[in-house]
C-alpha cells in the first residue's frame, strides 16, 4: 500500500479556499486517491475520489498531476465548520482483499477561524 | 443512502469485563465491514476486516481472542471486546464496503472507557 504524507496541521480564515497537498511518490498503476473528512468523536466521511487530473464535487476538488506522485483537495470558501482532520488515501479499489484495506496517514488538522 | 450505525454511542465498563460493540449497515447490504481503533489526536489503525459468514482476519499486532469479530449476517457485524483493560479504552469505529464498491461508509464510532 502506497505510503502518504500530508501536513500536520494548516490554519485558515472563513471564506477562504484550503489546500491540502498529499504527497504518494510510491502510487501503483491501479491506485485510486480518496480522501476523508472526520470531525471529532465521529466517524471518517468521504470527499471524494480521483485518478487523474481534476475531479470536483459539491464540496471540493481534487488535483491530480499527470505523474499522480501527489494529489491537492481544494476546499472552496471554507466556514467554521469545516473545521476538522483530513486523509488521503490510496489504494487499488480493484485489488481484491489486499484493495479492501484503507491505511489512514497522519492527516491534516485543518482550523478554520473566524 | 449508505448508513452505518453503531451500538453503543459510548459505553463505561469495569475492568475484567467484555463488551459488544454492533456495527449495522442499515440501507445496503456489506459483503466486508471494517473494524477501526483510534487513539486520542492519533489516526484510525485498521484491526481487522470481517467477511459475511467466514473468519476475521486480523492485522499485525491485533489479539483475535481479545478482540472477537463476528459478521453473522450481511447487515451486521460485531466486536467483543473481551476481558476488557483501561489500555482498551479507545474510540472503536467500524465501516462497511458495498459488494464490487470501494468506498467505505463509516459508522459514528463507539467510545469505550475501562475503568
Known amino acids: 500500500l502506497a505510503k502518504t504524507t500530508q501536513p500536520i496541521s494548516m490554519d485558515s480564515y472563513e471564506g477562504q479556499e484550503v489546500n491540502i497537498t498529499c504527497s504518494h511518490n510510491?502510487?501503483?498503476?491501479?491506485?485510486?486517491i480518496t480522501w476523508y473528512q472526520q470531525f471529532p468523536s465521529q466517524g471518517p466521511r468521504f470527499i471524494i475520489q480521483g485518478y487523474k487530473t481534476k475531479v470536483t464535487n459539491e464540496v471540493a476538488s481534487l488535483f491530480i498531476p499527470a505523474d499522480r506522485k501527489s494529489s491537492t483537495l481544494s476546499l472552496p470558501r471554507v466556514s467554521l465548520s469545516d473545521t476538522a482532520v483530513y486523509y488521503c488515501?490510496?489504494?487499488?479499489?480493484?485489488?481484491?482483499?489486499?484493495?479492501?484495506?484503507?491505511?489512514f496517514g497522519g492527516g491534516t488538522r485543518v482550523l478554520v477561524k473566524p | 443512502g449508505a448508513v452505518v450505525s453503531q451500538h453503543p454511542s459510548r459505553v463505561i465498563c469495569k475492568s475484567g469485563t467484555s463488551v459488544k460493540i454492533e456495527c449495522r449497515s442499515l440501507?445496503?447490504?456489506?459483503?466486508?465491514m471494517f473494524w477501526y481503533r483510534q487513539f486520542p489526536k492519533q489516526s484510525l489503525m485498521l484491526m481487522a476486516t470481517?467477511?459475511?459468514?467466514?473468519?476475521?482476519?486480523?492485522e499485525q499486532g491485533v489479539e483475535k481472542d481479545k478482540f472477537l469479530i463476528n459478521h453473522a449476517s450481511l447487515t451486521l457485524s460485531t466486536l467483543t471486546v473481551t476481558s476488557a483493560h483501561p489500555e482498551d479504552s479507545s474510540f472503536y469505529i467500524c465501516?462497511?464496503?458495498?459488494?464490487?464498491?470501494?468506498?467505505?461508509?463509516f459508522g459514528p464510532g463507539t467510545r469505550l472507557t475501562v475503568t
Open positions: 510510491n502510487i501503483a498503476t491501479n491506485d485510486y
Open positions: 488515501l490510496v489504494g487499488d479499489i480493484f485489488g481484491g482483499a489486499a484493495g479492501n484495506k484503507l491505511t
Open positions: 470481517s467477511n459475511e459468514g467466514s473468519k476475521a482476519t486480523y
Open positions: 440501507d445496503f447490504q456489506a459483503t466486508t
Open positions: 465501516s462497511a464496503r458495498l459488494a464490487e464498491a470501494y468506498e467505505q461508509y
